[in-house]
């Protein structure tokens, strides 16, 4: 039913946002330094495709701040 869908929907987006890990890369070759994989705690996953929906809805109140 309805309830149904609307909790798996919401246990899908949050898996979706948690446990994200982020490692920066400088430069280009073989001998680039990189660092460790770091958390995400913050932010819109980039390149996904609700990407832009997942934004909209975290800015849609910064007005109100």
């Known amino acids: 039913g309805i309830i ?3 909790r798996c929907s919401i246990k899908w987006v949050l898996s ?3 446990r994200r890990k982020q490692k920066d890369i400088i430069g280009h070759g073989k001998d680039r330094p990189e660092s ?3 958390e995400v705690t913050l932010g819109v996953p980039q390149g996904s495709v609700m990407g832009p929906l997942i ?3 975290y800015t849609n109140d910064i007005t109100e701040l």
């Open 4 to 6: 149904w869908n609307t």
């Open 16 to 18: 979706y946002l948690s």
């Open 36 to 38: 460790g994989n770091t």
């Open 55 to 57: 934004f909209i809805l």
